[in-house]
Nanobody
Framework: QVQLVESGGGLVQPGGSLRLSCEVT????????MGWYRQDPGKERDLVAG???????TYADSVMGRFTISRDNAKNTVDLQMSSLKPEDSAVYYCYVVIDNFEYWGPGTQVTVSS
């Protein structure tokens, strides 16, 4: 059974940094896509950053130049380094992966940017 375990969320001041990590367990199949979405209450879940085995990373315009996504295929992990955080980055962040055309999601981790 595929499971995603996220870590690294929390409270940070504006201008600060956080690193989110997601570990995928329960599979030996190749993970085609990995990435992060975020969602504010009452809003849609939006892509933050994604990376596949065959394309360069993609980022939402709002995080370009501030966030960096990376994956470790040997460890089945995907990280999101977030810098220069703004209050509008506050949201629940969800890790996702695509394995054999199926999507899997983590339970989400809260990121709050506030002074």
């Amino acid at each position: 059974q595929v499971q995603l375990v996220e870590s690294g969320g929390g409270l940070v001041q504006p201008g600060g940094s956080l690193r989110l990590s997601c570990e995928v367990t329960g599979t030996t199949n190749s993970i085609y896509a990995m990435g992060w979405y975020r969602q504010d209450p009452g809003k849609e879940r939006d892509l933050v950053a994604g990376i596949t085995t065959s394309t360069a990373p993609t980022y939402a315009d709002s995080v370009m130049g501030r966030f960096t996504i990376s994956r470790d295929n040997a460890k089945n992990t995907v990280d999101l380094q977030m810098s220069s955080l703004k209050p509008e980055d506050s949201a629940v962040y969800y890790c996702y992966v695509v394995i054999d055309n199926f999507e899997y999601w983590g339970p989400g981790t809260q990121v709050t940017v506030s002074s």
